[in-house]
T-cell receptor
Framework: QQQVKQSPQSLIVQKGGISIINCAYE??????FPWYQQFPGKGPALLIA?????SEKKEGRFTISFNKSAKQFSLHIMDSQPGDSATYFC???????????FGTGTRLQVFP | EAGVTQFPSHSVIEKGQTVTLRCDPI?????LYWYRRVMGKEIKFLLH????????ESGMPNNRFLAERTGGTYSTLKVQPAELEDSGVYFC???????????FGPGTRLTVL
């Protein structure tokens, strides 16, 4: 049973557009929600993370929106660039544990 | 500062053979994690070391998998004997104690034929 559901599986966006990736979770004991970015041939790298006591976190063109009551969180990439083309994973971590529970990933392609 | 390194980058073996994957964490990182991604699916947690001790091995699929971290530095993950369903990309990650960010290595792509 998948604990973190991610959609869409793939996304094509034009340069300058907004990319939106959504994740949903069931376990209310999760207390840390990171997003990882992975380029081909590389390992996942932390992009941005949020805790459930805030509803939004912004770092440059990347924003996480968090809806605790709906148990959903999303990544918004503003002004998407070809260099943003990568696979994005949402994840969650339970209170008192270290293990990350990942979504299935979204392959983003940004075309010029 | 060198990142997490993994060796080999690719391994192709036949069913029933043994393979050993190696991970060198970032220097000074006491936490070391193994994860696996089977094609198109989520990245799944396998286990967590704190120094040389296994903190959580709840994700290890079965007793064909053996992880070690002698001396609390590098770690090895041995699969013996390998089965077809073991194919995937094996990632290692590390962190300092009491920090959130897990730093991932580039992964080892294992193909079992």
């Amino acid at each position: 049973q998948q604990q973190v559901k991610q959609s869409p599986q793939s996304l094509i966006v034009q340069k300058g557009g907004i990319s939106i990736i959504n994740c949903a979770y069931e376990n209310t004991a999760f207390d840390y929600f990171p997003w990882y970015q992975q380029f081909p041939g590389k390992g996942p790298a932390l992009l941005i993370a949020i805790r459930p006591d805030v509803s939004e976190k912004k770092e440059g063109r990347f924003t996480i929106s968090f809806n605790k009551s709906a148990k959903q969180f999303s990544l918004h990439i503003m002004d998407s660039q070809p260099g943003d083309s990568a696979t994005y994973f949402c994840a969650a971590r339970g209170r008192g544990t270290d293990k990350l529970i990942f979504g299935t990933g979204t392959r983003l392609q940004v075309f010029p | 500062e060198a990142g997490v390194t993994q060796f080999p980058s690719h391994s192709v073996i036949e069913k029933g053979q043994t393979v050993t994957l190696r991970c060198d964490p970032i220097s000074g990182h006491d936490n070391l994690y193994w994860y696996r991604r089977v094609m198109g699916k989520e990245i799944k947690f396998l286990l967590h070391f704190v120094k040389e001790s296994k903190q959580d091995e709840s994700g290890m699929p079965n007793n064909r998998f053996l992880a070690e971290r002698t001396g609390g530095t590098y770690s090895t993950l041995k699969v013996q004997p390998a089965e077809l369903e073991d194919s995937g990309v094996y990632f290692c990650a590390s962190t300092e104690l009491s920090t959130d960010t897990q730093y991932f290595g580039p992964g080892t792509r294992l193909t079992v034929l």
